[in-house]
């Protein structure tokens, strides 16, 4: 490090000035009964050593931002990194790795589930060699206690057993939330991870893996805890996005996240579609109205349920839903040009009624796809 004339400047004005060794990231919604909470059991786990918290808040209608800004004003090493117009755990996780200069950052829920306690040994482990020590329910010491319910525990035992197969090693809790890893290592990865997931530490490790940069794991055992104040984020969108990152990992990232939930709203529109057109040439309608008017249906809700699930974190709103979905309609005009066009070719070449329809159907799929991330929901 340089002596020059900042450092000395520094060293003058601030001669009890520790650099963070650990930042504790706090990714919040909704939290504001919680914090206050946290950070005091975190600030008595980690007694002398000189650490930060840095809650990343979506700006939580509940005014948790506000509250970590109160506590700023109290505590030196708290701060609060607010977004605004965004949702997203992993990409929370990620941007509060980014603003500190600690070497070491944990990621840690804020509701109090995650047994601070556990923080100082996690870090004896990293300061031993570990890149990355993962706070564990399902190793020695650890016990998923009262915080999951049985369903959520079936369901993250399933969940689990997907982990181990693109995991590549034996990780015993890669759905864990509670994690300590080597900052440098984390930034590595960053540019390549799903921002758009919930889970983020199972991407961290098939990740660097995948960069040639496998992660030395540890794991310390805790038992999970219930929820202190306020409301769980888990839903079932939550779990068709981890498959969906499951799926991009297990094709090498050939399929992106969000692709499965695009797919799998276009199989819902199919429905809407034929159950529109049968409706009406029921009641009288000639074929040509009834087809343009499911269309249309079709294409609407389409753009509805991606703009609240497939891209719930950028969703559009007031006047740019307007003109999201017309280029979203014009976008799949042409992909529908695009799937005659390929499955006629497909069809002259070997008359295969069937292939030549789903490889149209496949190309226009992956088309809409591709370019209404590109320009509608850019
Ligand atoms: N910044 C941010 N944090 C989130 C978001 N969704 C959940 N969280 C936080 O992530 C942590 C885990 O979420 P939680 O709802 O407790 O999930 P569960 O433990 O799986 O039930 C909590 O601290 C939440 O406040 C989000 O969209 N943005
Ligand atoms: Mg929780």
């Not at 200069?101 to 306690?117: C, R, T």
């Not at 940069?213 to 104040?229: I, S």
């Not at 996240?257 to 009641?283: D, E, K, M, N």
């Not at 703009?307 to 003109?323: E, H, I, M, P, S």
């Amino acid at each position: 490090m340089s002596t020059g004339p900042v450092t000395t400047l520094a060293a003058e004005q601030h001669s009890n000035f520790r650099p963070p060794q650990l930042a504790v990231i706090v990714p919040s919604y909704n939290e504001r009964d919680n914090i206050e909470l946290l950070y005091e059991k975190v600030a008595l786990a980690l007694g002398g050593t000189p650490w930060e918290m840095i809650v990343v808040d979506d700006d939580s209608p509940d005014g948790t931002a506000d509250l970590v800004n109160e506590l700023s004003r109290v505590y030196a090493n708290i701060r609060c990194l607010r977004r605004f117009g965004r949702r997203g755990l992993a990409s929370a996780c990620v941007e509060g790795m980014a603003v500190t200069s600690a070497p070491y950052v944990a990621v840690i829920d804020g509701d109090l589930q995650h047994d601070e306690a556990i923080l100082p040994t996690m870090l004896e482990k990293a300061l031993a060699g570990a890149d990355l020590v993962v706070g564990s329910r399902f190793t020695d010491g650890g016990s998923a206690g009262e915080g999951l319910s049985q369903t959520r525990l079936s369901g993250s035992n399933f969940a689990n057993k997907l982990a181990g197969m693109i995991a590549g090693q034996a990780v015993s809790d890669p759905m864990s939330g509670f994690f300590l890893i080597r900052r440098d290592a984390a930034l590595k990865a960053a540019p390549k991870l799903a921002s758009d997931g919930f889970k983020i530490l199972i991407d961290l490790i098939v990740t660097s893996a995948r960069m040639g940069q496998p992660l030395k794991v540890a794991e310390v055992g805790y038992t999970f805890r219930p929820r202190h104040a306020g409301e769980s984020k888990m839903s079932p969108l939550v779990v068709i996005q981890y498959l969906g990152l499951w799926f991009s990992k297990l094709t090498n990232g050939a399929l992106p996240p969000s692709f499965l939930l695009f797919g799998l709203v276009g199989g819902t529109g199919v429905v809407v579609h034929l159950v529109t057109l049968a409706a009406l040439t029921a009641l009288g309608q000639g074929f040509l109205v009834s087809q343009i008017t499911a269309t249309l249906l079709a294409m609407g809700w389409n753009f509805v349920l991606n703009n609240n699930l497939t891209y719930a974190d950028r969703k559009l709103r007031g006047r740019r839903l307007v003109t999201g979905f017309i280029s979203f309609c014009a976008i799949c005009a042409l992909g529908g040009i695009a799937n005659i066009s390929v499955a006629n070719a497909i069809y002259q070449w070997d008359h295969q009624t069937f292939v030549a329809g789903l490889s149209g159907a496949i190309m226009s799929s992956v088309f809409n796809y591709a370019v209404t991330r590109a320009f509608t929901w850019k």
